[in-house]
């Protein structure tokens, strides 16, 4: 049990970790999505983002799966992260 509270912990810490550092990158607050298992952050990809985009890549990159999709107003950028023992419950 106290090791399920550690994950947790830890899942929760790496997950805003990445979330402030794509805000920190993208200059933006990104949106989050949190769902049993994993959370999903993203972004629109803006002008000020493609400027900085070498700095909004790397902070995609410490998720597990990151990419883009295309939307029909634009694209989006964003990073996945797998949450052991979290409940879809981001902060």
Do not use: C, K
Request: glycine fraction near 12%; avoid cysteine.
């Amino acid at each position: 049990m106290a090791n399920d509270r550690q994950n947790t912990g830890d899942s929760h810490a790496r997950v805003d970790s990445v979330v402030d550092a794509l805000a920190d990158a993208a200059g933006a607050r990104p949106r989050v999505v949190a769902e049993p298992g994993f959370v999903r952050a993203e972004i629109d990809v803006t002008p000020s983002v493609i400027e900085r985009w070498g700095q909004v890549l790397a902070a995609l990159d410490r998720g597990d799966t990151y990419g883009l999709t295309d939307t029909g107003h634009g694209q989006v950028a964003w990073v996945r992260l797998v949450t052991p023992g979290v409940d879809g419950g981001a902060s």
